[in-house]
């Protein structure tokens, strides 16, 4: 399932679908998704193509930005290094708003993706607003791992995976040459991601048994 050739950067001639719930928002990511003017406050964004997208395990990448002037380029660079194998079998969705999007929006958002696994980027300005949308959907869901990454994981992290325990992982340093491994992992439910390097996880008691 996730054999191939890693690639450089995203296929051009691949198009990326979007499937939108009523619930919508303005801007796109960057350079990579035109801008279009819509209404509300979320999107959801598809990867992949239409025919050969699988439900069994929902992949989704949570993006809150400062504002919608802001856009986070972390999962295009990421998602760029997939081999078109992983990027179908993964069916990564974006789940995007701002750190002034009401939580029970996004949580809801969340929610009606059935998340099996979350991601996102931390920053000072959304670390707060991305703990307590997870945790919340945490206990709605809970979904077999959220991970988060960036500048706010940079020390040690120990602390803040005791005190958050619904996070599974963070990951320090840049990950774009790792995360074809990692999603890989997940998609097979083996646990090699905990062999990659940058990763920091706290031991929970049965695995300490």
Wanted: glycine share 8%.
């Amino acid at each position: 399932m996730c054999k191939g050739t890693k690639n450089s950067r995203a296929e051009k001639d691949t198009p990326f679908p979007r499937r939108t719930v009523p619930r919508s928002i303005p801007g796109g990511f960057g350079s990579v998704f035109p801008r279009r003017q819509l209404h509300f406050s979320t999107e959801v964004i598809t990867f992949g193509h239409p025919n050969q997208i699988t439900r069994k395990m929902n992949f989704i990448w949570l993006d809150i930005n400062a504002s919608w002037s802001h856009s986070s380029l972390a999962l295009p660079a990421l998602h760029a290094n997939l081999s078109p194998q992983t990027q179908t079998a993964c069916n990564m969705q974006v789940v995007r708003g701002t750190i002034k999007s009401p939580v029970q929006q996004i949580v809801q958002e969340l929610e009606q993706l059935q998340p099996t696994y979350i991601f996102a980027t931390a920053w000072l300005f959304n670390i707060n607003y991305l703990k307590e949308v997870l945790g919340r959907i945490s206990a709605l869901c809970n979904p077999e791992g959220i991970f988060l990454g960036g500048p706010e994981f940079l020390g040690n992290n120990i602390e803040f995976l005791k005190s958050n325990p619904y996070i599974t992982a963070v990951f320090k340093g840049e990950g774009e040459e790792m995360f074809e491994e990692f999603i890989c992992s997940l998609l097979a439910k083996d646990g090699k991601w905990k062999d990659l390097k940058g990763f920091e996880w706290a031991e929970s008691e049965s695995d300490e048994e």
